[in-house]
T-cell receptor
Framework: AQSVAQPEDQVNVAEGNPLTVKCTYS??????LFWYVQYPNRGLQFLLK??????LVKGSYGFEAEFNKSQTSFHLKKPSALVSDSALYFC??????????????FGSGTRLSIRP | AAGVIQSPRHLIKEKRETATLKCYPI?????VYWYQQGPGQDPQFLIS???????DKGSIPDRFSAQQFSDYHSELNMSSLELGDSALYFC?????????????FGPGTRLTVT
């Protein structure tokens, strides 16, 4: 079964510093990986995805993620954090089923807090 | 750009009542998914539809049912509501035929059962 793990419940970073939110995955077959962000009382916003190709994926709001097959990781990164980046971040993987509408399986979420 | 629309945004019901949540996917998206997010929890998949047919089923209680209509909008029907059904219900849409894979989520419907 496909799964992702986010080992940190909370990450605290000072504004202007680089940030990393960790994610590891366990999949059978090719991994289809995603990052979503959820602001308070808001829906989930798509940030970026890895399907195939370059291991460094660039996404919205200056975020990027590095796919590492040997370490089965897909960490989310940003060179310089903003206070407005404070939110709940979910790593996710697309289920490997053959259904045309395979579900997304989410990690437990990491709350990112950026202090001024 | 048009996004996924969900209605209502907030709903308060009493135990044993019924509720209907509606979802309007992004135009030209043919696939709809429903997720339930309890307080402090990650979203859990309930059910999905592709071209108006049920495609995948997750941890959806038997008290819940859903369907996708000819215009691709979807409705989640919830009966005999329980306190534990209080959650944020997300609808998402995607277009697998275009190979996009990612799902675009609506703002959610916050259901409170009292």
């Amino acid at each position: 079964a496909q799964s992702v793990a986010q080992p940190e419940d909370q990450v605290n970073v000072a504004e202007g510093n680089p940030l990393t939110v960790k994610c590891t995955y366990s999949v059978s077959g090719n991994p289809y990986l995603f990052w979503y962000v959820q602001y308070p009382n808001r829906g989930l916003q798509f940030l970026l995805k890895y399907i195939t190709g370059d291991n460094l994926v660039k996404g919205s709001y200056g975020f990027e993620a590095e796919f590492n097959k040997s370490q089965t990781s897909f960490h989310l990164k940003k060179p310089s954090a903003l206070v407005s980046d404070s939110a709940l971040y979910f790593c996710a993987v697309r289920d490997s089923g053959y259904s045309s509408a395979s579900k997304i399986i989410f990690g437990s979420g990491t709350r990112l807090s950026i202090r001024p | 750009a048009a996004g996924v629309i969900q209605s209502p945004r907030h709903l308060i019901k009493e135990k044993r009542e019924t509720a209907t949540l509606k979802c309007y996917p992004i135009p030209r998206h043919d696939t709809v998914y429903w997720y339930q997010q309890g307080p402090g929890q990650d979203p859990q998949f309930l059910i999905s539809f592709y071209e108006k047919m049920q495609s995948d089923k997750g941890s959806i209680p038997d008290r819940f049912s859903a369907q996708q209509f000819s215009d691709y909008h979807s409705e989640l029907n919830m009966s005999s509501l329980e306190l534990g059904d209080s959650a944020l219900y997300f609808c998402a849409s995607s277009s697998p035929d275009r190979g996009l894979y990612e799902q675009y989520f609506g703002p959610g419907t916050r259901l409170t059962v009292t």
